[in-house]
């Protein structure tokens, strides 16, 4: 047998980090004790008790949370909503997560990219950007912990800084957190809500890093006058969320379950960060530099130059596949050609440290 492709492509957990048998037992429990209510039509907002958990750990009402299908369907709902509202061109962080950068360009919407750095998005470059136009931007988009796809995290002074910069302008935000409870060092920041106060800034994350992707479970904590639109978008589209596996993770939660899971995840994946560090350090020639997540998922590295699509073409022949840095950046603006995202989650550390040798060899 050929040996499998090695992958920092996949942003998405290795199998051995998804607790399935103990999910399988979850399911399996609240189907039969609660199955009038998870097989049935429900609320938009999705399975009460979970959406009451979320809400407590926000300190905010429950009638504030809607859970959705992932956090990538909330972002669909919240950028066609806030585009009705206030019509205009979204701000991004360069580089930032595709997936959202595809939907907004689908749409035909303007994007704009805000300059960032190690310390996370310039709010200066946002506060330029904001003067530089009589029109209101639709939204933010931001990324502020272990970003998608650079492994950045907004430092403390810049948060405070945006959200000055933010209330200013009387700015929508949209927060997206799906990883930063994935957290291997140091104390967790603020986030741009708890900063905010939850008037301008809705947030988002999801239990895709947190207990599975396949559960599809995510959660929007939105301004409480938005919240009602925000749920009506729900039930025009599906009616109602999937309860089941809403409410598999809330067995999951209620279990005791979710704070040793994460340990669990935290520790596995600071194993294969290190990996992937360790190995960068040892292997890639002077003038390549790369960030230093303290958590999350990505490392992201800048090639001094040399062309990062050429590369992953050369590094699938050796049999490692990685994103090049175009991807995160809006078409046609020419960003990111010599810059590449390394996800750290997929692998084994053994296999990240062959893959990290392999590729770094192209570039010697
Ligand atoms: C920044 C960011 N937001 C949202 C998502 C979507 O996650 P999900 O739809 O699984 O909740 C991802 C997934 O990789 C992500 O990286």
């Known amino acids: 047998m050929p040996e499998s492709p090695i992958s920092f492509a996949r942003g998405a957990p290795a199998p051995e980090l998804v607790p399935a048998q103990e999910l399988a037992d979850c399911a399996h429990a609240v189907a039969q004790r609660d199955g009038d209510r998870v097989f049935a039509y429900g609320p938009g907002g999705g399975y009460g008790p979970l959406r009451e958990w979320v809400a407590e750990r926000h300190g905010v009402a429950p009638a504030r949370v809607v859970l959705t299908v992932g956090g990538l369907q909330g972002f669909v709902f919240y950028a066609a909503e ?11 962080e360069a580089p930032t997560y595709d997936r959202p950068l595809k939907i907004l360009a689908r749409d035909g919407v303007e994007i704009v990219a805000l300059q960032m750095d190690d310390e996370g998005l310039d709010p200066e470059a946002l506060g330029a950007e904001l003067q530089s136009r009589d029109e209101k931007p639709s939204f933010l988009y931001s990324i502020p912990t272990f970003q998608n796809p650079s492994g950045r995290t907004l430092s403390a002074e810049r948060r405070e800084r945006l959200v000055e910069v933010v209330r200013e302008h009387g700015l929508a935000v949209l927060e997206d957190d799906p990883y930063g409870l994935v957290r291997f060092e140091g104390d967790p920041e603020a986030s ?17 890093k ?36 809403q409410a598999v993770v809330h067995e999951f939660i209620v279990r005791g379950n979710f704070e040793p899971n994460l340990s669990h995840v935290r520790s596995e994946l600071q194993a294969r960060r290190d990996a992937m560090l360790t190995a960068l350090d040892a292997n890639a020639p002077g003038g390549v530099s790369w960030s230093h997540p303290a958590g999350g998922y990505f490392v992201w590295l800048e090639l001094d130059g040399a062309d990062a699509k050429a590369l992953a073409a050369d590094a699938e022949r050796e049999g490692v596949a990685f994103i090049p840095g175009p991807g995160f950046f809006a078409a046609g603006s020419g960003g990111g050609t010599a810059s590449a995202r390394f996800a750290y989650s997929y692998e084994t550390p053994e ?7 392999r590729v770094m060899r192209l570039l010697g």
């Open 210 to 245: 947190t207990v599975a992707p396949g559960v599809r479970s995510g959660y929007f904590v939105l301004p409480e006058a938005d919240a009602p639109a925000f749920e009506e978008r729900a039930v025009s589209t599906y009616i109602s969320p999937p309860f089941l596996p």
């Open 351 to 357: 296999r990240i440290t062959e893959g990290v040798e």
């Open 192 to 208: 741009l809500l708890d900063l905010e106060g939850g008037q301008l800034v809705t947030y988002t994350s999801s239990f895709s």
């Open 82 to 92: 806030q585009l009705a509202r206030t019509p205009g061109r979204v701000l991004v």
